[in-house]
Protein backbone atom coordinates (compact mmCIF):
# COMPACT_ATOMS: atom_id res chain seq x y z
CA UNK A 1 0.00 0.00 0.00
CA UNK A 2 3.03 2.30 -0.04
CA UNK A 3 3.53 5.26 -2.39
CA UNK A 4 4.63 4.70 -5.50
CA UNK A 5 6.58 7.58 -5.67
CA UNK A 6 10.19 8.42 -6.02
CA UNK A 7 10.96 9.75 -2.84
CA UNK A 8 14.55 11.88 -2.27
CA UNK A 9 16.42 13.04 1.20
CA UNK A 10 16.01 16.21 2.30
CA UNK A 11 16.64 18.93 -1.02
CA UNK A 12 17.95 21.37 1.46
CA UNK A 13 15.13 24.36 1.18
CA UNK A 14 14.06 26.95 3.77
CA UNK A 15 12.53 29.90 3.45
CA UNK A 16 13.35 33.48 2.64
CA UNK A 17 16.26 34.72 3.63
CA UNK A 18 17.89 31.12 3.92
CA UNK A 19 19.67 28.82 1.30
CA UNK A 20 19.08 25.14 0.58
CA UNK A 21 22.26 23.25 0.28
CA UNK A 22 25.94 24.10 0.74
CA UNK A 23 27.72 24.32 -2.70
CA UNK A 24 30.33 21.50 -3.43
CA UNK A 25 33.71 22.16 -1.74
CA UNK A 26 34.92 22.32 -5.68
CA UNK A 27 32.57 25.35 -6.34
CA UNK A 28 33.90 27.38 -3.43
CA UNK A 29 34.21 31.30 -4.24
CA UNK A 30 38.03 32.18 -4.25
CA UNK A 31 37.43 34.06 -1.31
CA UNK A 32 36.73 31.13 0.39
CA UNK A 33 38.87 28.50 -0.92
CA UNK A 34 41.89 30.79 -0.22
CA UNK A 35 40.93 31.12 3.20
CA UNK A 36 40.90 27.69 3.86
CA UNK A 37 44.39 27.04 1.85
CA UNK A 38 48.06 27.84 3.59
CA UNK A 39 50.96 27.48 1.68
CA UNK A 40 53.37 24.54 2.59
CA UNK A 41 57.07 24.59 1.96
CA UNK A 42 58.61 21.88 -0.35
CA UNK A 43 62.12 20.04 -0.15
CA UNK A 44 63.00 22.55 -3.10
CA UNK A 45 62.37 25.92 -0.80
CA UNK A 46 59.58 26.29 -2.97
CA UNK A 47 55.50 25.94 -1.64
CA UNK A 48 52.31 24.21 -2.19
CA UNK A 49 49.24 24.90 -0.85
CA UNK A 50 47.83 22.99 1.18
CA UNK A 51 44.23 23.00 1.67
CA UNK A 52 42.45 22.25 4.94
CA UNK A 53 39.11 20.22 4.21
CA UNK A 54 37.56 20.65 7.02
CA UNK A 55 37.69 24.30 7.11
CA UNK A 56 36.63 24.37 3.96
CA UNK A 57 33.49 22.79 4.13
CA UNK A 58 32.74 24.90 7.19
CA UNK A 59 33.13 27.78 5.41
CA UNK A 60 31.65 26.81 1.83
CA UNK A 61 28.86 25.85 3.76
CA UNK A 62 27.90 29.11 5.79
CA UNK A 63 29.06 31.35 2.56
CA UNK A 64 26.95 29.69 0.02
CA UNK A 65 24.03 28.90 2.64
CA UNK A 66 22.71 32.68 1.52
CA UNK A 67 23.98 32.93 -1.79
CA UNK A 68 22.67 30.01 -2.76
CA UNK A 69 19.00 31.41 -2.38
CA UNK A 70 19.93 33.78 -4.89
CA UNK A 71 18.93 31.44 -7.67
CA UNK A 72 15.45 32.13 -8.88
CA UNK A 73 14.32 28.38 -9.30
CA UNK A 74 14.27 28.06 -5.54
CA UNK A 75 11.91 31.57 -5.22
CA UNK A 76 9.77 30.15 -8.67
CA UNK A 77 8.98 26.65 -6.05
CA UNK A 78 7.66 28.42 -3.51
CA UNK A 79 5.68 31.09 -5.18
CA UNK A 80 4.29 28.20 -7.12
CA UNK A 81 3.37 27.01 -4.20
CA UNK A 82 -0.49 27.86 -3.89
CA UNK A 83 -0.73 26.82 -0.76
CA UNK A 84 1.68 28.70 1.18
CA UNK A 85 1.49 31.99 -1.32
CA UNK A 86 -2.35 32.04 -1.05
CA UNK A 87 -2.64 31.83 2.82
CA UNK A 88 -0.40 34.49 3.53
CA UNK A 89 -2.21 36.56 0.68
CA UNK A 90 -5.06 36.07 2.80
CA UNK A 91 -4.23 36.81 5.74
CA UNK A 92 -2.59 40.19 4.70
CA UNK A 93 -4.89 41.50 2.14
CA UNK A 94 -7.71 40.03 3.05
CA UNK A 95 -7.32 42.18 6.63
CA UNK A 96 -6.52 45.77 5.55
CA UNK A 97 -7.89 46.86 8.58
CA UNK A 98 -4.67 45.19 10.49
CA UNK A 99 -2.05 46.61 8.01
CA UNK A 100 -3.25 50.02 6.98
CA UNK A 101 -0.80 53.09 7.95
CA UNK A 102 1.53 50.06 10.15
CA UNK A 103 5.30 49.27 9.69
CA UNK A 104 5.63 46.29 8.52
CA UNK A 105 8.73 44.52 8.90
CA UNK A 106 9.34 40.79 6.66
CA UNK A 107 12.02 38.70 7.91
CA UNK A 108 13.79 36.95 4.74
CA UNK A 109 11.59 39.17 2.32
CA UNK A 110 12.83 37.10 -0.73
CA UNK A 111 11.91 38.10 -4.00
CA UNK A 112 9.33 40.34 -2.06
CA UNK A 113 5.93 38.82 -2.60
CA UNK A 114 4.98 39.39 0.94
CA UNK A 115 6.32 42.71 1.50
CA UNK A 116 3.98 43.71 -1.73
CA UNK A 117 1.40 42.17 -0.24
CA UNK A 118 1.27 44.45 2.99
CA UNK A 119 2.11 47.52 0.44
CA UNK A 120 -1.04 46.49 -1.30
CA UNK A 121 -3.01 46.08 2.03
CA UNK A 122 -2.27 49.60 3.12
CA UNK A 123 1.10 49.60 5.10
CA UNK A 124 2.19 53.36 5.88
CA UNK A 125 5.84 51.38 5.14
CA UNK A 126 7.28 48.13 4.43
CA UNK A 127 10.53 46.80 5.48
CA UNK A 128 11.96 43.96 3.80
CA UNK A 129 15.21 42.19 4.88
CA UNK A 130 17.45 39.36 3.56
CA UNK A 131 20.52 37.75 3.38
CA UNK A 132 20.64 36.77 -0.24
CA UNK A 133 21.58 38.72 -3.20
CA UNK A 134 18.38 37.87 -4.54
CA UNK A 135 17.17 41.36 -2.63
CA UNK A 136 18.68 42.93 -6.21
CA UNK A 137 15.60 41.02 -8.36
CA UNK A 138 13.12 42.19 -5.34
CA UNK A 139 14.28 45.37 -5.59
CA UNK A 140 14.03 45.51 -9.27
CA UNK A 141 10.32 43.59 -8.95
CA UNK A 142 9.42 46.04 -6.23
CA UNK A 143 9.73 48.79 -8.25
CA UNK A 144 8.56 47.56 -11.44
CA UNK A 145 4.87 46.81 -9.63
CA UNK A 146 4.98 50.74 -8.23
CA UNK A 147 5.65 50.08 -4.75
CA UNK A 148 9.53 51.93 -4.41
CA UNK A 149 9.27 54.08 -1.61
CA UNK A 150 6.52 52.29 0.34
CA UNK A 151 8.48 48.80 0.19
CA UNK A 152 12.30 49.31 1.39
CA UNK A 153 14.64 46.13 0.73
CA UNK A 154 17.54 45.77 3.28
CA UNK A 155 20.36 43.44 2.48
CA UNK A 156 22.20 41.37 5.44
CA UNK A 157 21.64 39.35 8.48
CA UNK A 158 18.85 40.51 10.74
CA UNK A 159 20.68 40.74 13.52
CA UNK A 160 23.48 43.29 12.18
CA UNK A 161 21.05 45.52 9.42
CA UNK A 162 20.11 48.99 10.81
CA UNK A 163 16.30 50.10 10.27
CA UNK A 164 15.09 52.85 9.27
CA UNK A 165 12.50 52.73 12.65
CA UNK A 166 13.09 52.14 16.27
CA UNK A 167 10.00 49.87 16.15
CA UNK A 168 7.40 48.18 13.63
CA UNK A 169 3.85 47.47 14.13
CA UNK A 170 3.76 43.57 12.62
CA UNK A 171 5.71 41.36 11.62
CA UNK A 172 5.36 38.17 8.44
CA UNK A 173 7.99 36.20 7.52
CA UNK A 174 7.48 32.96 5.45
CA UNK A 175 10.30 31.03 8.08
CA UNK A 176 9.34 27.12 8.19
CA UNK A 177 11.78 24.69 7.12
CA UNK A 178 11.15 20.70 5.96
CA UNK A 179 9.67 19.18 9.28
CA UNK A 180 8.70 22.66 10.66
CA UNK A 181 12.31 23.62 12.11
CA UNK A 182 14.97 22.05 9.49
CA UNK A 183 16.75 24.99 8.18
CA UNK A 184 14.18 27.27 9.46
CA UNK A 185 14.68 30.70 10.25
CA UNK A 186 13.03 30.84 13.26
CA UNK A 187 15.69 32.30 15.42
CA UNK A 188 16.00 35.08 13.36
CA UNK A 189 12.21 36.13 13.44
CA UNK A 190 12.19 35.72 17.15
CA UNK A 191 15.36 38.10 17.20
CA UNK A 192 13.15 40.51 15.28
CA UNK A 193 10.29 40.06 17.45
CA UNK A 194 12.48 40.71 20.68
CA UNK A 195 14.03 43.66 19.58
CA UNK A 196 11.50 45.43 17.24
CA UNK A 197 8.31 44.46 17.58
CA UNK A 198 6.02 47.47 19.56
CA UNK A 199 4.25 45.86 22.47
CA UNK A 200 0.83 44.30 21.34
CA UNK A 201 2.43 43.77 17.96
CA UNK A 202 1.72 41.03 15.27
CA UNK A 203 3.07 38.16 14.00
CA UNK A 204 2.26 36.40 10.54
CA UNK A 205 1.98 33.63 10.97
CA UNK A 206 1.53 33.32 14.72
CA UNK A 207 1.35 29.28 15.63
CA UNK A 208 2.45 26.33 14.05
CA UNK A 209 2.44 22.69 15.25
CA UNK A 210 4.22 19.35 14.12
CA UNK A 211 2.07 16.69 14.00
CA UNK A 212 3.40 12.33 13.68
CA UNK A 213 1.75 9.67 12.71
CA UNK A 214 2.08 5.69 11.94
CA UNK A 215 3.03 5.04 8.35
CA UNK A 216 2.93 1.85 6.13
CA UNK A 217 5.14 2.28 3.75
CA UNK A 218 6.17 -1.61 2.55
CA UNK A 219 7.04 -0.90 -1.34
CA UNK A 220 9.25 2.26 -0.72
CA UNK A 221 11.03 1.18 2.41
CA UNK A 222 11.89 -2.36 0.45
CA UNK A 223 13.56 0.06 -2.23
CA UNK A 224 15.07 2.20 -0.04
CA UNK A 225 16.53 0.43 2.84
CA UNK A 226 16.74 -3.37 2.30
CA UNK A 227 18.23 -2.35 -1.60
CA UNK A 228 21.33 -2.80 0.45
CA UNK A 229 21.27 -6.09 0.93
CA UNK A 230 21.86 -6.88 -2.13
CA UNK A 231 23.69 -4.72 -4.54
CA UNK A 232 24.58 -6.39 -7.67
CA UNK A 233 25.72 -9.62 -5.87
CA UNK A 234 27.49 -7.43 -3.46
CA UNK A 235 26.58 -7.36 0.24
CA UNK A 236 26.18 -3.81 0.74
CA UNK A 237 24.29 -4.45 4.64
CA UNK A 238 26.20 -2.23 6.14
CA UNK A 239 25.23 1.14 4.55
CA UNK A 240 21.69 -0.02 5.97
CA UNK A 241 21.79 1.98 9.88
CA UNK A 242 23.18 4.99 7.41
CA UNK A 243 20.21 4.73 5.14
CA UNK A 244 18.05 4.39 8.01
CA UNK A 245 19.21 8.01 10.12
CA UNK A 246 18.17 10.02 7.56
CA UNK A 247 15.11 11.43 7.30
CA UNK A 248 13.04 11.19 3.90
CA UNK A 249 11.24 14.30 2.44
CA UNK A 250 8.48 13.71 -0.43
CA UNK A 251 4.88 13.00 -0.85
CA UNK A 252 3.36 10.30 1.35
CA UNK A 253 -0.49 8.25 0.34
CA UNK A 254 -2.62 9.56 2.55
CA UNK A 255 -4.11 6.25 2.79
CA UNK A 256 -0.61 4.61 3.90
CA UNK A 257 -0.98 6.28 7.63
CA UNK A 258 -2.46 4.18 9.78
CA UNK A 259 -2.93 5.81 13.19
CA UNK A 260 -4.40 8.64 14.83
CA UNK A 261 -1.97 11.62 14.86
CA UNK A 262 0.26 13.17 17.92
CA UNK A 263 1.08 16.92 18.26
CA UNK A 264 4.49 16.76 19.41
CA UNK A 265 5.80 20.90 19.36
CA UNK A 266 2.68 23.60 19.37
CA UNK A 267 4.57 26.90 19.22
CA UNK A 268 3.26 30.11 19.74
CA UNK A 269 5.30 32.38 18.14
CA UNK A 270 4.57 35.91 20.41
CA UNK A 271 6.26 33.36 23.53
CA UNK A 272 8.37 30.92 22.18
CA UNK A 273 12.23 31.25 22.62
CA UNK A 274 15.47 29.87 20.88
CA UNK A 275 15.99 27.13 23.65
CA UNK A 276 11.82 25.73 23.08
CA UNK A 277 12.73 25.08 19.45
CA UNK A 278 15.10 22.09 21.07
CA UNK A 279 12.05 20.05 22.11
CA UNK A 280 11.09 16.68 23.41
CA UNK A 281 7.79 15.69 23.72
CA UNK A 282 5.83 11.99 24.67
CA UNK A 283 3.34 11.11 22.28
CA UNK A 284 0.62 8.40 21.63
CA UNK A 285 -1.37 7.37 19.20
CA UNK A 286 -4.10 4.56 18.22
CA UNK A 287 -3.84 2.08 15.08
CA UNK A 288 -6.73 2.37 13.18
CA UNK A 289 -6.46 -1.18 11.03
CA UNK A 290 -4.34 -4.31 10.76
CA UNK A 291 -1.06 -3.84 9.00
CA UNK A 292 2.16 -2.98 9.54
CA UNK A 293 4.15 0.20 10.71
CA UNK A 294 7.26 0.91 8.45
CA UNK A 295 8.12 4.20 9.97
CA UNK A 296 6.63 7.60 10.97
CA UNK A 297 5.34 10.36 9.15
CA UNK A 298 5.18 14.04 10.39
CA UNK A 299 4.34 17.36 9.09
CA UNK A 300 3.58 20.90 10.14
CA UNK A 301 0.70 22.79 10.42
CA UNK A 302 0.27 27.01 10.48
CA UNK A 303 -1.76 29.26 11.64
CA UNK A 304 -2.35 32.60 11.12
CA UNK A 305 -4.87 33.61 14.17
CA UNK A 306 -4.40 37.68 14.13
CA UNK A 307 -6.39 37.74 10.95
CA UNK A 308 -10.16 38.84 11.19
CA UNK A 309 -10.84 35.24 10.21
CA UNK A 310 -7.84 32.87 11.03
CA UNK A 311 -6.49 31.65 8.71
CA UNK A 312 -4.86 27.81 8.12
CA UNK A 313 -2.98 25.68 6.10
CA UNK A 314 -1.48 22.24 6.61
CA UNK A 315 1.56 20.45 5.09
CA UNK A 316 -0.19 17.25 6.21
CA UNK A 317 -0.85 14.52 3.65
CA UNK A 318 -4.70 14.68 3.87
CA UNK A 319 -4.12 18.20 2.40
CA UNK A 320 -3.41 19.89 -1.04
CA UNK A 321 0.13 19.41 -1.73
CA UNK A 322 2.87 21.89 -0.87
CA UNK A 323 6.66 22.29 -1.12
CA UNK A 324 7.42 21.08 2.20
CA UNK A 325 5.90 17.49 1.57
CA UNK A 326 6.37 15.36 4.25
CA UNK A 327 9.03 13.85 6.63
CA UNK A 328 9.09 9.90 6.65
CA UNK A 329 11.20 8.35 9.20
CA UNK A 330 11.47 4.57 8.87
CA UNK A 331 11.78 2.26 11.67
CA UNK A 332 14.79 -1.06 11.58
CA UNK A 333 11.80 -3.04 11.90
CA UNK A 334 8.50 -3.77 10.07
CA UNK A 335 5.94 -4.64 12.95
CA UNK A 336 2.66 -6.14 12.74
CA UNK A 337 -0.01 -3.73 14.41
CA UNK A 338 -3.94 -4.75 15.16
CA UNK A 339 -6.53 -1.84 15.17
CA UNK A 340 -6.58 -0.59 18.07
CA UNK A 341 -3.24 -0.88 19.08
CA UNK A 342 -1.63 2.00 21.30
CA UNK A 343 1.94 3.13 20.02
CA UNK A 344 3.38 5.44 23.31
CA UNK A 345 6.69 7.29 22.81
CA UNK A 346 9.19 10.28 22.59
CA UNK A 347 10.62 12.32 20.78
CA UNK A 348 14.09 14.53 21.09
CA UNK A 349 15.08 17.13 18.53
CA UNK A 350 17.51 19.42 18.39
CA UNK A 351 20.11 21.73 16.48
CA UNK A 352 22.90 19.50 14.85
CA UNK A 353 26.00 20.83 17.48
CA UNK A 354 28.35 21.57 13.82
CA UNK A 355 25.66 23.05 12.01
CA UNK A 356 22.71 24.39 13.93
CA UNK A 357 20.92 24.38 10.54
CA UNK A 358 20.82 20.18 11.01
CA UNK A 359 18.29 18.21 13.04
CA UNK A 360 19.32 15.56 15.48
CA UNK A 361 15.70 13.33 16.36
CA UNK A 362 16.02 10.95 18.51
CA UNK A 363 12.64 8.32 18.36
CA UNK A 364 11.83 5.63 21.17
CA UNK A 365 8.45 4.32 20.42
CA UNK A 366 6.66 1.37 22.05
CA UNK A 367 3.45 -0.93 20.46
CA UNK A 368 1.02 -2.02 23.28
CA UNK A 369 -1.85 -4.42 22.74
CA UNK A 370 -4.30 -3.90 25.72
CA UNK A 371 -1.50 -4.26 28.80
CA UNK A 372 0.93 -5.96 26.71
CA UNK A 373 3.88 -4.57 25.27
CA UNK A 374 4.56 -6.53 22.09
CA UNK A 375 7.14 -4.39 20.09
CA UNK A 376 9.07 -1.07 19.74
CA UNK A 377 12.53 0.33 19.35
CA UNK A 378 15.05 3.56 19.36
CA UNK A 379 16.49 4.78 16.62
CA UNK A 380 18.82 8.52 16.02
CA UNK A 381 17.85 10.46 13.29
CA UNK A 382 20.45 13.08 11.15
CA UNK A 383 18.60 15.50 8.99
CA UNK A 384 21.30 16.72 6.54
Given at each position: ?10 A ?37 V ?12 A ?14 E ?8 N ?34 AG???V ?14 I ?30 I?E ?20 R?L ?6 F ?10 L???E ?56 D ?47 W ?12 V????R ?8 P ?5 R?L ?13 E ?11
Amino acid sequence: MGSNKKRSSPAKKSPAAAAPAAAPVAAAAPAVAEAAAAPAPTADGTSTVVVDEEKLKEMSAADYYFDSYAHFGIHEEMLKDEVRTNSYRNAIVHNKHLFRGKVVLDVGCGTGILSMFAAQAGAKLVIGVDMSNIIHSARQIVKDNGFEGKVVLLQGKMEEVVLPVDKVDIIISEWMGYFLLYESMLDTVLYARDRYLVEGGLIFPDRATINIAALEDSEYKEDKINYWDNVYGFDYSSMKPKALREPLVDTVNAQCIISSPSTVLDIDLYKVTVADLAFSSDFEMIIKRNDFVHGFVAWFDIWFNAAHKPVFFSTGAHAKYTHWKQTVLYTKENVAVHSQDRVTGHIDCRPNQKNRRDLDIDLKWTLRRGEAEIGGEEQEYHMC
